[in-house]
């Protein structure tokens, strides 16, 4: 069965510091988002992205966040210098060419910034 | 902003019982209706969606819509163990899905 998959698992890494997040979306899926969610919180939406441009974004995706589907594959989330608040973890999503239908998301990155 | 609000938990059930999930959404113009069960750590893994009014089962799963009063809710029968977890609602607007906080839900032997 076509998942959603994700790398890392688990980053962890010194605030201030970059960190790429990838994903790999279903292969036929046309749209494809990133949600985070802090421990212990709701999920929460971050980006949309279709024919490769943001199609939505939310407050929390400010000027140190940027997503990038370099190669007609991946789908990776930058976060450019990051801060401790940035500790969540990151999932990616991504649906067919209907946007009523479900969306899948893929396992998630453990994201921790110390 | 738009909301998404779920009866708070923790909701406890004895095994066999029927589970009561229920939510309710403000905005009037959204379009389809997930519900996702999260285990502690995982990502969300979609149980049901509808997007009509009135009732939609999978097996032991019932979705049910009202539009009208803006409330969608999950029924589990016949409630095992294994459906211990977080269950969320979320609530689509043209792709984009706005999740509630969760109820979680406890099955005891």
């Known amino acids: 069965e076509p998942e959603v998959t994700q790398t890392p698992s688990h980053q962890v890494t010194q605030m201030g510091q970059e960190v790429i997040l990838r994903c790999v979306p279903i292969s036929n899926h046309l749209y494809f988002y990133w949600y985070r969610q802090i421990l212990g919180q709701k999920v929460e939406f971050l980006v949309s992205?279709?024919?490769?441009?943001?199609?939505?974004k939310s407050e929390i995706f400010d000027d140190q966040f940027s997503v990038e589907r370099p190669d007609g594959s991946n789908f990776t989330l930058k976060i450019r210098s990051t801060k401790l608040e940035d500790s969540a973890m990151y999932f990616c999503?991504?649906?067919?060419?209907?946007?009523?239908?479900?969306?899948?998301f893929g396992q998630g990155t453990r994201l921790t910034v110390v | 902003q738009k909301e998404v609000e779920q009866n708070s938990g923790p909701l406890s059930v004895p095994e066999g019982a029927i589970a009561s999930l229920n939510c309710t959404y403000s905005?009037?113009?959204?379009?389809?209706f997930f519900w996702y069960r999260q285990y502690s750590g995982k990502s969300p893994e979609l149980i049901m969606f509808i997007y009509s009014n009135g009732d939609k089962e999978d097996g032991r799963f019932t979705a049910q819509l009202n539009k009208a009063s803006q409330y969608v809710s999950l029924l589990i029968r016949d409630s095992q163990p294994s459906d211990s977890a977080t269950y969320l609602c979320a609530v689509n607007d043209a792709g984009k899905s706005t999740f509630g906080d969760g109820t979680t839900l406890t099955v005891k032997p």
């Open positions: 992205f279709y024919n490769n441009e943001i199609s939505e």
């Open positions: 999503a991504s649906r067919d060419s209907n946007v009523n239908t479900e969306a899948f």
């Open positions: 905005d009037r113009g959204s379009q389809s």
